[in-house]
Protein backbone atom coordinates (compact mmCIF):
# COMPACT_ATOMS: atom_id res chain seq x y z
CA UNK A 1 0.00 0.00 0.00
CA UNK A 2 1.95 3.14 -1.05
CA UNK A 3 0.95 5.91 1.73
CA UNK A 4 1.62 8.82 -0.11
CA UNK A 5 0.62 9.15 -3.50
CA UNK A 6 2.57 12.11 -5.87
CA UNK A 7 1.18 13.72 -9.04
CA UNK A 8 2.15 14.16 -11.74
CA UNK A 9 4.62 10.92 -12.02
CA UNK A 10 6.55 13.29 -14.72
CA UNK A 11 6.25 16.64 -15.58
CA UNK A 12 7.93 18.47 -18.69
CA UNK A 13 7.97 22.11 -19.19
CA UNK A 14 9.68 25.22 -20.31
CA UNK A 15 11.77 27.75 -18.58
CA UNK A 16 9.67 30.61 -17.37
CA UNK A 17 6.55 28.24 -16.67
CA UNK A 18 4.67 27.72 -13.36
CA UNK A 19 3.84 24.19 -11.98
CA UNK A 20 2.37 22.48 -8.62
CA UNK A 21 3.39 19.01 -7.56
CA UNK A 22 0.86 17.27 -5.37
CA UNK A 23 1.55 15.22 -2.26
CA UNK A 24 -1.81 13.53 -0.90
CA UNK A 25 -2.33 10.73 1.72
CA UNK A 26 -5.36 8.86 3.45
CA UNK A 27 -3.19 9.05 6.54
CA UNK A 28 -1.80 11.97 8.76
CA UNK A 29 1.23 12.83 8.96
CA UNK A 30 3.03 14.78 12.59
CA UNK A 31 4.87 16.44 9.84
CA UNK A 32 5.71 16.30 6.13
CA UNK A 33 9.03 16.54 3.78
CA UNK A 34 9.84 17.90 0.56
CA UNK A 35 13.32 16.56 -0.95
CA UNK A 36 15.23 17.34 -4.47
CA UNK A 37 17.24 14.59 -5.79
CA UNK A 38 19.51 15.00 -8.94
CA UNK A 39 20.87 12.01 -10.77
CA UNK A 40 23.61 10.22 -9.00
CA UNK A 41 23.10 12.07 -5.55
CA UNK A 42 21.08 11.37 -2.70
CA UNK A 43 18.12 13.80 -1.91
CA UNK A 44 18.71 17.11 -0.07
CA UNK A 45 16.28 18.28 2.17
CA UNK A 46 13.96 21.47 0.82
CA UNK A 47 11.59 22.17 3.55
CA UNK A 48 9.67 20.35 6.61
CA UNK A 49 6.18 21.44 7.16
CA UNK A 50 4.58 20.73 10.94
CA UNK A 51 1.13 22.46 11.22
CA UNK A 52 -2.20 22.06 9.47
CA UNK A 53 -2.08 24.98 6.78
CA UNK A 54 1.18 26.18 7.00
CA UNK A 55 2.83 27.56 3.97
CA UNK A 56 6.44 28.13 3.47
CA UNK A 57 8.06 29.72 0.58
CA UNK A 58 11.82 29.29 -0.55
CA UNK A 59 12.80 31.68 -3.38
CA UNK A 60 10.75 30.63 -6.21
CA UNK A 61 9.09 27.59 -4.55
CA UNK A 62 6.48 27.85 -2.02
CA UNK A 63 5.35 24.87 0.14
CA UNK A 64 1.75 24.16 1.76
CA UNK A 65 0.88 21.43 4.05
CA UNK A 66 -2.90 20.94 4.40
CA UNK A 67 -5.11 21.89 6.93
CA UNK A 68 -5.78 18.24 7.82
CA UNK A 69 -1.78 16.96 7.01
CA UNK A 70 -2.89 14.43 4.75
CA UNK A 71 -1.48 16.59 1.76
CA UNK A 72 0.78 19.12 0.79
CA UNK A 73 1.95 20.73 -2.41
CA UNK A 74 5.10 22.16 -3.77
CA UNK A 75 4.38 25.12 -6.19
CA UNK A 76 7.38 26.35 -8.85
CA UNK A 77 7.42 30.29 -10.07
CA UNK A 78 9.08 30.78 -13.23
CA UNK A 79 10.70 27.43 -13.11
CA UNK A 80 14.50 27.27 -14.53
CA UNK A 81 16.75 24.65 -16.06
CA UNK A 82 18.36 24.59 -12.65
CA UNK A 83 15.09 23.28 -10.98
CA UNK A 84 15.51 19.93 -12.69
CA UNK A 85 15.02 16.58 -10.91
CA UNK A 86 13.47 14.48 -9.09
CA UNK A 87 10.78 16.21 -6.23
CA UNK A 88 9.79 13.69 -3.18
CA UNK A 89 7.71 14.28 -0.86
CA UNK A 90 8.21 12.28 2.80
CA UNK A 91 5.87 12.06 5.80
CA UNK A 92 7.03 11.24 9.38
CA UNK A 93 5.05 7.91 10.38
CA UNK A 94 6.08 7.11 13.58
CA UNK A 95 10.05 6.62 13.14
CA UNK A 96 10.00 5.73 9.55
CA UNK A 97 9.91 8.68 6.79
CA UNK A 98 7.12 6.98 4.17
CA UNK A 99 8.12 8.32 0.86
CA UNK A 100 5.80 8.68 -2.12
CA UNK A 101 7.46 7.56 -5.69
CA UNK A 102 8.76 11.49 -6.87
CA UNK A 103 7.81 13.81 -9.85
CA UNK A 104 10.53 14.15 -12.24
CA UNK A 105 10.51 17.78 -13.11
CA UNK A 106 12.02 18.34 -16.73
CA UNK A 107 12.65 22.24 -17.35
CA UNK A 108 14.08 23.13 -20.43
CA UNK A 109 15.62 26.73 -22.16
CA UNK B 1 32.36 19.23 7.77
CA UNK B 2 31.95 15.58 5.90
CA UNK B 3 28.56 14.57 4.52
CA UNK B 4 27.58 11.02 4.97
CA UNK B 5 29.58 8.60 2.63
CA UNK B 6 29.09 5.53 1.63
CA UNK B 7 31.13 2.90 -1.03
CA UNK B 8 31.14 1.16 -3.25
CA UNK B 9 29.63 3.82 -5.36
CA UNK B 10 28.94 1.24 -7.65
CA UNK B 11 28.41 -2.79 -7.13
CA UNK B 12 28.35 -5.77 -9.90
CA UNK B 13 27.50 -9.08 -8.17
CA UNK B 14 26.01 -12.59 -9.53
CA UNK B 15 23.06 -13.93 -8.18
CA UNK B 16 23.57 -16.00 -5.18
CA UNK B 17 26.38 -14.12 -3.87
CA UNK B 18 26.50 -11.99 -0.65
CA UNK B 19 27.26 -8.04 -0.89
CA UNK B 20 28.43 -5.81 2.10
CA UNK B 21 27.50 -1.90 1.62
CA UNK B 22 29.08 0.59 3.96
CA UNK B 23 28.06 3.70 5.36
CA UNK B 24 29.63 6.68 7.08
CA UNK B 25 27.10 9.06 9.06
CA UNK B 26 28.04 12.28 9.56
CA UNK B 27 30.19 12.44 12.62
CA UNK B 28 27.86 13.15 15.98
CA UNK B 29 24.46 11.63 14.27
CA UNK B 30 22.90 8.97 16.26
CA UNK B 31 20.71 7.82 13.66
CA UNK B 32 21.46 6.32 11.10
CA UNK B 33 18.52 4.77 8.49
CA UNK B 34 19.09 2.66 5.24
CA UNK B 35 16.56 2.95 1.94
CA UNK B 36 16.34 1.21 -1.14
CA UNK B 37 15.29 3.27 -4.47
CA UNK B 38 14.19 1.06 -7.13
CA UNK B 39 13.82 2.50 -10.64
CA UNK B 40 10.41 4.43 -10.87
CA UNK B 41 9.91 3.81 -7.27
CA UNK B 42 10.30 6.07 -4.24
CA UNK B 43 12.44 5.34 -1.42
CA UNK B 44 11.53 2.37 0.60
CA UNK B 45 12.52 2.25 4.40
CA UNK B 46 14.52 -0.78 5.37
CA UNK B 47 16.07 -0.46 9.13
CA UNK B 48 16.48 2.33 11.46
CA UNK B 49 19.26 2.93 14.02
CA UNK B 50 18.91 4.84 16.92
CA UNK B 51 21.96 5.55 19.99
CA UNK B 52 22.12 2.00 21.94
CA UNK B 53 18.28 0.82 20.99
CA UNK B 54 17.78 -2.24 19.26
CA UNK B 55 17.12 -1.33 15.54
CA UNK B 56 13.72 -1.34 13.58
CA UNK B 57 14.26 -3.37 11.29
CA UNK B 58 10.33 -3.41 10.03
CA UNK B 59 11.39 -2.66 6.72
CA UNK B 60 13.22 -5.42 5.62
CA UNK B 61 12.39 -7.18 2.66
CA UNK B 62 13.22 -11.07 3.98
CA UNK B 63 15.75 -12.52 6.46
CA UNK B 64 18.54 -12.42 3.44
CA UNK B 65 18.87 -8.47 4.47
CA UNK B 66 20.41 -7.76 7.75
CA UNK B 67 22.46 -4.85 8.86
CA UNK B 68 24.70 -3.78 11.78
CA UNK B 69 26.17 -0.58 13.40
CA UNK B 70 29.21 -0.65 15.01
CA UNK B 71 29.77 1.53 17.73
CA UNK B 72 27.75 4.08 17.25
CA UNK B 73 28.99 4.60 13.98
CA UNK B 74 29.72 3.26 10.51
CA UNK B 75 26.91 0.85 9.42
CA UNK B 76 26.71 -1.86 7.28
CA UNK B 77 24.08 -3.52 5.14
CA UNK B 78 24.56 -7.41 4.00
CA UNK B 79 22.39 -9.11 1.20
CA UNK B 80 22.88 -13.15 1.23
CA UNK B 81 22.03 -15.15 -1.54
CA UNK B 82 21.10 -11.69 -3.89
CA UNK B 83 18.64 -11.86 -6.07
CA UNK B 84 17.82 -9.86 -9.49
CA UNK B 85 15.37 -7.84 -7.93
CA UNK B 86 17.70 -6.88 -5.60
CA UNK B 87 18.79 -4.54 -7.77
CA UNK B 88 18.58 -1.04 -6.87
CA UNK B 89 20.17 2.33 -5.36
CA UNK B 90 20.69 1.61 -1.61
CA UNK B 91 20.86 4.79 0.23
CA UNK B 92 21.94 5.90 3.99
CA UNK B 93 20.97 8.82 5.72
CA UNK B 94 22.32 10.12 9.12
CA UNK B 95 20.28 12.76 11.76
CA UNK B 96 21.42 14.60 14.82
CA UNK B 97 18.87 12.77 17.02
CA UNK B 98 15.53 10.67 16.25
CA UNK B 99 12.71 10.49 14.08
CA UNK B 100 11.72 14.06 13.14
CA UNK B 101 15.22 15.72 12.48
CA UNK B 102 16.46 16.37 9.27
CA UNK B 103 17.88 13.54 7.23
CA UNK B 104 21.55 13.51 5.44
CA UNK B 105 21.98 11.08 2.50
CA UNK B 106 24.74 9.96 1.25
CA UNK B 107 25.67 9.55 -2.66
CA UNK B 108 23.84 5.93 -2.84
CA UNK B 109 25.35 2.34 -3.94
CA UNK B 110 23.97 0.88 -6.91
CA UNK B 111 23.52 -2.49 -7.03
CA UNK B 112 22.97 -4.76 -10.05
CA UNK B 113 22.67 -8.17 -9.33
CA UNK B 114 23.05 -10.16 -12.73
Known amino acids: TQLLEQSPQFLSIQEGENLTVYCNSS?????LQWYRQEPGEGPVLLVT?????EVKKLKRLTFQFGDARKDSSLHITAAQPGDTGLYLCAGQYGTALIFGKGTTLSVSS | GAGVSQSPSNKVTEKGKDVELRCDPISGHTALYWYRQSLGQGLEFLIY????????KSGLPSDRFSAERTGGSVSTLTIQRTQQEDSAVYLC????????????FGPGTRLTVT
Open chain 2, 93 to 104: ASSLRSAGYEQY
Open chain 1, 49 to 53: VVTGG
Open chain 1, 27 to 31: SVFSS
Open chain 2, 49 to 56: FQGNSAPD
